[in-house]
Structure formats: C-alpha cells, structure tokens
C-alpha cells in the first residue's frame, strides 16, 4: 500500500452564477485539475441566494454531475429531459456537442446545499450526442464500516481485506475519465482507506469537520490535491465529511470559454458560431 500524501491545500472563492446563485468555486475552471474541470459547493439556508437559479444556458465538450444533499431543483433541457433532483440524488449530464438547460430551485425557503463537478470529454468524445440521466438517492449505495459511512456515488469502492474483500460500484456510469466519486463520513477516532488507481489525479474536498488526510489535517471548505499512491488514507479526531475524487487524467490540450469546454480557440469559437445560429445541438 502506497499511501497518497497532500501536496497542496486550496481554499474556494465566493463567488456568484447562474441568475445570482451564491456558492463557492473549490475548482476555478482556470486552473482545471486534469480531467476535473470545476467544483462548485453551494449551501445556503437563505432564498435570496438560490432563488433565482440558473435559467436556460448551453453546454459543450464536458459532462456534469450535480448532486443535492439537501433541497429540491428541477433540471429541463432541450432534449425533453426533465429531472426533479431532491435530497442525496445525482444528475449526470453529457453535453457532449451540446445541450441547453435549466435548473432551478423547487423551493422558496429552506436550506439548498450541494456541489456541481465538471468533469472534462476527450477530444474525440466532445462532439457525441448529448445525454442526460436522474440517479434517485436510493439507487446510490451507502457502505457502513467501523468508524466510517461511504455513499458510492461513482465508481467502484474496494473495502475490506483478503478473504472478506468487497467492492460496492456506484450506479453504472460510462464516462471516459472513469471517476470514483464517493461522500464519506469519518466518525470521530474513525479510519477509513480508499483505494485508487495510482495514475489518476486524486482530490479530497472537506465539507463538515476536519480530516487527516495521509498525514495532514485538512480543515472545512479546503481542497486537498494528492500526490502518487494507491491508496488515500483518511482519520479523524472529532468527526468529518468530505468529497473523495479520482479520475484518469486526459493530457489534452484544454481552452475554456464559459459554459464550452473544448482543445482549441478555434473550436471554441465555433461553438460560440453555433449556439448564435442555434446549431449548437446539431
């Protein structure tokens, strides 16, 4: 077991989007995280900061996954997808070479918190049909283990030693990057390790409390990037929750404009062409 160690702790930036959303970008799409693109966390309890959502607005050349721990929003795209995203559900959505869409709160008081990733399409993928999926809360796998609680949101979660080795995959998914995209929960005093592919990039977002991660504590709204290894290594002395991220990276050019992902100016200019001459979705 090789375990994977912090190399650096980023803190996330307040910031605002969709029609005034308030949230905090833990990801800047400027400086993407190979093949992760963005992370934004939004937690309010106030409507002023949710209220008015994200109307109508284009994707291209990436997917993203919205998962809600509390609240309620409605997803609506060009397509005639329409998904009603509520408490511990996952929206997966494929823009590949484009798709317009919606989401917006289903409530007008409450707490709404929860985390939209972008997770970046290889070259040859980004012009793929669009395609959006609903994984309901129940479908998502929980594993309870000594001093940790596991949701398996994506991927596969190997646990367990030798003889009594398990894996728990999350719903099916098939995405090129492969992510492992797991919601633990380490109890106070608890341990818990994750292992992981020793080629793919490797993040833990805390949430809730405090972790040590390999051998450095990690506080509430950090970001820690991990160096090399097969395994991540997590405790706690007072309790913590986190995102635990890994995925293969892409080593691919990347140019970004907005809601367009893409490996070049020039494709991302045309897909600016597109979406004014409403070609965008083919």
């Known amino acids: 077991m090789q375990t994977r160690h912090v190399k650096q702790q980023l803190g996330g930036r307040p910031t605002a989007d969709g029609a005034g959303v308030r ?30 959502g994200f109307p109508a607005h284009p994707h291209r050349g990436f997917e993203t996954v919205t998962y809600i721990i509390d609240g309620h929003m409605l997803h609506e795209d060009h397509l005639g997808n329409r998904g009603d995203l509520k408490s511990g559900g996952v929206q997966w959505m494929t823009a590949g070479r484009g798709i317009i869409h919606s989401e917006m709160p289903q409530q007008v008081d409450g707490r709404l918190r929860g985390f939209q990733l972008w997770l970046n399409l290889p070259a040859a993928e980004k012009m793929k049909p669009a395609n959006y999926r609903d994984i309901a809360a129940e479908e998502i796998p929980e594993v309870s283990l000594p001093g940790a609680r596991v949701k398996v949101i994506a991927g596969a979660f190997r646990h367990g ?17 492969d992510p492992l995209y797991l919601d633990v929960q380490v109890d106070p005093g608890g341990e818990l390790a994750v292992p992981v592919d ?7 977002y805390v949430f809730e409390g405090s972790l040590l991660v390999g051998s ?34 892409l ?13 070049t100016v020039e494709e991302v200019e045309q897909a600016l062409r597109d979406y004014r001459d409403g070609t965008l979705t083919g």
């Open 23 to 52: 949230l905090t970008r833990v990801i800047n799409p400027q400086r993407p995280l190979d093949p992760f693109l963005m992370l934004d966390q939004f937690d309010s309890d106030r409507a002023d900061d949710y209220i008015a």
């Open 251 to 263: 080593r691919e050019p990347i140019v970004q404009y907005g809601p367009f992902v893409m490996n």
């Open 216 to 249: 450095e504590p990690v506080a509430t709204g950090r970001l820690a990037i991990l160096d090399a290894g097969d395994t991540i290594t997590l405790g706690s002395e007072a309790g913590g929750r986190a995102l635990v991220l890994a995925a293969r990276p």
């Open 198 to 204: 020793p080629t793919y990039t490797a993040l833990v």
């Open 161 to 177: 030693i030798g003889a009594d080795g398990q894996v728990t995959a999350g719903p099916p998914i098939d995405s090129p990057t």
